[in-house]
């Protein structure tokens, strides 16, 4: 070994002495974010009135002897046991805070992030192109594209996730089983975790498909059934057969629609994904009636506004005389969008009120009124994707795609198109 | 080995005030709280766990939720900043314990000999800019961090105990161990 001179100092202490010459700024960039986070964090929280999520519970270490035991007992065992007796005695340090917040970072195609922490009662939304990944105590939520979950429950013993629509994926492993439980709840069931992975998909009706990769779960029906257990590698769909769901899962539909969410696509990109706070629950988010009246008494208004005062009316429920008023937006000589615009919210509003063929007819119009227009593709496909979901008949659904398809080739819409050929049977649009 | 100047520069009550003013929620005192330690927790965090480490960030925006969670078990007997960087520790810490939770069935995978491979990072591989933070790496988590407060932050051993509840002991035996390595790492260095 090399002998150190007394004289000199040795070279940790020159280290040592460097590293505390050393500034090191903090990237403005970094800081800037984190200063964001953290604000943003401690807002949401109201100030420590919300209990944050996987506070660890301290441990007492294990004493000298139990660990010599352990690992005695480990080498004789095996590999395996090995491995149990690590997992078994390794010491979490005793923490006096919680140490871990529910945090989520949206990713998006172009590699755009976006990242922050989650608060109870709070919506994240995907978009189209997103995809969003959520760290949670003791578990991993990805919420895939085109989804909308909302975090009902974050307390360290209960997690509860509502996915409103679209499809996540599930890596749960309590640190305690049996007292630390999540749940998955869609419009027909709720899905109890045991500890393991999953993913849960929900369409617009509610319509629900669990397949289970790793461990059980239960799966409850929301409108009476047996509940059943689900192992790895089984799959079940819970239909939302009851009217009730479907009534409302068109109503929240439509409502997303006016809200300006547009569940309805549009060919201009609209992945602006952002977590949404709870405002779009309500309708009452929207808007009052006197406001609605005050809108709709002026018939010299912009274009726009005449749109928005129909939509506040079938906010409130009044579909003939918001469809009334939209009937004439459509049938003057408003610019084209602003018709086909009109025409879609009466289709949505017969869609919501379960009149499907009225719907089908409006769709029609407004494809009629602009068949060369992005917003008559729209229309289109809007009108494709209600013939799947809404009736039977398939094979009119696939024209509609089609059609949309030979319009609007290179349209925002047309990978989506593409897929749903696939899903209705056409093999030559699988893989495109 | 003395104390950074600037803990002292600052009177308690002021800091105190601070934390417990953002501890109330109010936001002007958190952000202050924030911009007032945040490099230096941010640099003794990247110094545990690796500069380019990706939790590094988490830990310190974790760390101080947790200071503003815990603001009323603070006692005033430590500067805020010496308090603050016990949290900060112990996450880093906790950060690196947890990973290499995570990868030890990739290590036991590859040490039967199935797939494994220089894909997963060691946990204790530390990426650095500077020559002084990479020659720091050379250090698992556990020594890096005595070392760090020790001979760096200029920490004494009763309050890097406190700050991290390990015994003075085996401070004093990590620290040596630390010193050890270095010496050996850097002569090796030096000879090459």
Redesign the interface.
């Known amino acids: 070994m090399r002998r150190v001179d007394s004289d000199t100092p040795r070279p940790a202490e020159q280290l040592a002495s460097a590293l505390r010459g050393a500034e090191g700024e903090l990237d403005d960039f970094v800081r800037v974010r984190m200063e964001r986070n953290i604000v943003a964090a401690w807002r949401a929280r109201g100030a420590a009135a919300v209990p944050l999520l996987n506070v660890r519970k301290a441990r007492r270490s294990p004493s000298r002897s139990a660990w010599v035991a352990s690992v005695a007992v480990s080498a004789a065992a095996g590999v395996l046991l090995g491995i149990y007796a690590w997992r078994s005695r390794e010491p979490l340090p005793s923490v006096s805070a919680p140490d871990l917040v529910a945090h989520f970072e949206l990713v998006i195609d172009d590699g755009a992030v976006q990242s922050g922490y989650i608060a109870e009662g709070q919506v994240l939304e995907s978009g189209k192109h997103g995809h969003i990944e959520v760290g949670l105590a003791q578990s991993r939520v990805d919420i895939s594209p085109e989804s909308r979950v909302r975090f009902e429950r974050l307390s360290r013993d209960e997690l509860r996730l509502a996915l409103v629509t679209g499809r996540v994926e599930v890596a749960f492993h309590p640190e305690h089983k049996g007292q630390e439980h999540m749940s998955i709840e869609t419009r027909a069931a709720r899905v109890m975790v045991v500890g393991t992975r999953f993913d849960v998909s929900a369409d617009a009706f509610g319509n629900t498909s669990v397949s289970v990769s790793e461990g059980v779960v239960q799966v409850v029906p929301r409108r009476g059934g047996q509940p059943r257990f689900l192992r790895a590698g089984e799959r079940m769909t819970v239909p939302a057969e009851a009217q009730g769901d479907k009534a409302q899962a068109v109503r929240e539909a439509i409502e997303q629609r006016l809200a300006g969410k547009s569940p309805a696509p549009a060919e201009e990109p609209s992945d602006a994904v952002v977590d949404a706070p709870q405002a779009s629950d309500g309708l009452s988010a929207l808007g009052s009636e006197h406001e609605a009246k005050h809108l709709t008494g002026l018939d010299e208004q912009a274009p726009e506004r005449r749109l928005e005062a129909a939509r506040k009316l079938l906010l409130q429920g009044k579909h003939g005389l918001a469809r009334e008023r939209l009937q004439k937006l459509a049938k003057s000589s408003l610019p084209t969008g602003d018709r086909v615009e009109a025409l879609m919210l009466i289709a949505e509003s017969f869609t919501a009120q379960g009149q499907i063929a009225r719907a089908t007819d409006a769709y029609r119009e407004a494809v009629h009124v602009a068949p060369r227009h992005p917003a008559g593709h729209n229309a289109l496909f809007a009108l494709a994707r209600l013939l799947e979901r809404y009736t039977d008949d398939r094979s009119a659904a696939g024209a509609a795609y089609r059609e949309y398809l030979q319009k609007a080739p290179s349209g925002a819409l047309a990978p989506q198109a593409r897929e749903a050929l696939c899903r209705l049977g056409d093999a030559a649009s699988c893989g495109e | 080995m003395t104390r950074t100047p600037e803990t002292v520069q600052k009177p308690k009550d002021d800091e105190r005030a601070i934390l417990r003013r953002?501890?109330?929620?109010d936001?002007q005192a958190?952000?202050q709280l924030?911009?007032a330690h945040?490099?230096k927790l941010?640099?003794h965090a990247?110094?545990i766990l690796g500069p380019s480490d990706p939790d590094v960030?988490?830990v310190?925006?974790?760390a101080?939720?947790?200071?503003?969670?815990?603001a009323q078990?603070f006692d005033g007997r430590s500067s805020v900043q010496t308090w603050l960087f016990g949290?900060v520790t112990?996450?880093a810490?906790?950060a690196a314990?947890s990973r290499w939770?995570r990868q030890?069935?990739s290590r036991?995978a590859e040490f039967?000999g199935f797939g494994g491979g220089p894909t997963a990072p060691a946990d204790h591989r530390y990426q650095a800019g500077?020559?002084?933070?990479r020659?720091?790496g050379v250090l698992p988590p556990l020594l890096r961090a005595v070392?760090?407060l020790h001979?760096?932050e200029g920490y004494t051993f009763a309050e890097i105990s406190g700050l991290?509840?390990v015994s003075i002991s085996t401070l004093h035996s990590r620290l040596l161990a630390?010193?050890k390595r270095?010496?050996?790492?850097?002569?090796g260095d030096?000879?090459a």
């Open positions: 953002a501890a109330e929620g936001e958190v952000r924030y911009r945040a490099g941010h640099r990247a110094r960030e988490d310190v925006q974790q101080f939720i947790a200071a503003l969670d815990g078990r949290i112990r996450r810490l906790d314990r939770r030890r069935f036991l039967v500077s020559e002084a933070e020659l720091l070392f760090v001979d760096v991290t509840e630390a010193r270095l010496d050996e790492a850097l002569a030096s000879d």
